[in-house]
């Protein structure tokens, strides 16, 4: 059996999907179907991300945590994959962001490495802060790191708390870059750029972007590496097919592009004409803006990942034509 937790979400129902287009069905699906979704207080439908998949059985989040609590599986767990998190990045409660971000984490990983199951997490691009230290994925440069939020700061922590006890000899941590794609429709505000953007080209005919409150770049020109699910997923599997593959590792495209190439292919898909207005960006998060994300990809390819990845501009008009226009999932 192969555990998802966060397998209702958008990158970990993704990672169930691709285990389905391998013929993997025996999985148990571990996330939180019930809780509060933004932005008007209703309940997260990511039942729509489970419809169209085959997994063995589901449990809550909670309930899962008290099962391993009292021993978890004897035997029958090979991999367990862990994407459930607060993704939040402007989330405030630091305490929450502790307790199911950092321990959570901690309680599954002695876990699996006392049952000598495959330990794969999601750490976070968030974890760079503003970049000044660089994007290098050597867990040598880890205690440099500053986050610029507190999502970002309960990441770290348990990735230095992986490095102090030696767990990165063991277990793979996976630093996802900025991912967009289909099955995130339930984010409310931390859906992708790509997603609001045909939101709002379909409501009003533009897009809205921040403008620069640098010099150094000009609005619309703040580049991120961005990265499409399906490329996501293919990288998260390479780790689950080679066990003896441990550490820290970023998962990106390795290229940069700035918003408004990003939001480019959103109006060609809909054969709409490129209009973009750029509006000031609050000043609650100017201090704590990313201008700049590469992921230094040289480990990934290092330990054998030769993938291919999808050209930004395919990505987002598939994405678009394929999943938004007509409002479906990820199905294998």
């Known amino acids: 059996m192969i555990v998802v937790t966060g397998g209702a979400g958008f990158i970990g129902s993704a990672i169930v999907w691709g285990l389905n287009r391998r013929?993997?069905?025996?999985?148990l699906v571990v996330d939180r179907l019930d809780e509060p979704g933004p932005p008007d207080g209703e309940l997260n439908d990511k039942r729509r991300n489970l419809a169209p998949l085959a997994y063995a059985d589901y449990l809550d989040a909670d309930d899962f945590l008290d099962r391993i609590a009292r021993g978890g599986w004897e035997t029958g767990v090979r991999a367990l994959i862990h994407m459930g998190a607060i993704s939040s990045t402007t989330e405030m409660n630091a305490d929450l962001l502790r307790r199911n971000n950092t321990e959570y984490t901690r309680t599954l990983a002695e876990y699996a490495l006392r049952r000598g199951v495959r330990f794969i997490y999601a750490s976070s691009a968030a974890t760079y802060g503003d970049g000044h230290a660089g994007y290098s994925d050597d867990p040598a440069a880890l205690e440099r790191l500053q986050p610029l939020n507190l999502y970002g700061e309960s990441k770290h922590r348990f990735d230095l708390l992986a490095k102090s006890r030696g767990w990165l000899d063991r277990i793979a941590g996976l630093k996802?870059?900025?991912?967009?794609?289909?099955?995130?429709?339930?984010?409310?505000?931390?859906r992708s750029v790509v997603l609001k953007s045909y939101e709002q080209i379909r409501g009003t005919g533009r897009v809205r972007l921040f403008k620069s409150h640098r010099p150094d770049y000009a609005d619309g020109e703040q580049v991120r590496d961005f990265l499409y699910v399906k490329d996501a997923v293919d990288l998260t599997l390479f780790?689950?097919?080679?066990?003896?593959?441990?550490?820290?590792?970023?998962?990106?495209?390795?290229?940069t592009h700035t918003w408004k190439e990003l939001v480019t292919p959103v109006f060609a898909a809909m054969g709409r004409p490129v209009t973009i207005e750029y509006i000031d960006m609050p000043a609650g998060i100017r201090d704590k803006y990313q201008y700049h994300t590469l992921a230094d990809l040289s480990r990934l390819r290092a330990a054998g990942c030769a993938r291919p990845l999808t050209p930004l501009d395919g990505a987002v008009q598939e994405y678009v034509r394929e999943y938004l226009i007509p409002h479906v999932c990820l199905s294998p």
Do not use: A, Q, T, W
């Open 239 to 255: 780790f689950l097919d080679r066990p003896s593959v441990h550490g820290i590792f970023n998962i990106g495209s390795g290229v």
């Open 23 to 27: 013929g993997e069905k025996d999985i």
């Open 176 to 190: 996802y870059f900025n991912v967009f794609g289909p099955n995130e429709y339930h984010k409310g505000d931390m």
